[in-house]
Nanobody, 123 residues
Framework: VQLQAFGGGLAQAGGSLRLSCAASGLTFSRYAMGWFRQAPGKEREFVAAINWSGTSTYYAESVKGRFTISRDKAKDTVLLQMNSLKPEDTALYYC?????????????????WGQGTKVTVSS
């Protein structure tokens, strides 16, 4: 039972990457989902979240207007389109399934976590 995040890699500042998250052994079609990131030496932080139906999205101020979270219900995947990347976006990116009604940006509201995919943005 796990989530897997894909799509990380190396990008130049101003470039784009698209992350995807898929489930194995569980479903998240009825759950809100989130993306978090953790830079070296820093705590894990909220990036974006989407409700179970895909009709509401939430973003950290640092990525608002540059990142877009979406979900493909047919494929049971969650996507994070990252545009206008900055060197400070460099981090391990994790997808997670939200199980509680706590605020979207709190880590303890999520139960299953992917293994992380590395994003490196060069200046």
């Amino acid at each position: 039972v796990q989530l897997q995040a894909f799509g990380g890699g190396l990008a130049q500042a101003g470039g784009s990457l698209r992350l995807s998250c898929a489930a194995s052994g569980l479903t998240f079609s009825r759950y809100a989902m989130g993306w978090f990131r953790q830079a070296p030496g820093k705590e894990r932080e909220f990036v974006a979240a989407i409700n179970w139906s895909g009709t509401s999205t939430y973003y950290a101020e640092s990525v608002k207007g540059r990142f877009t979270i979406s979900r493909d219900k047919a494929k049971d995947t969650v996507l994070l389109q990252m545009n206008s990347l900055k060197p400070e976006d460099t981090a391990l990116y994790y997808c997670a399934r939200r199980f509680s009604t706590s605020p979207y940006d709190t880590l303890d509201g999520y139960d299953y976590w992917g293994q992380g995919t590395k994003v490196t943005v060069s200046s």
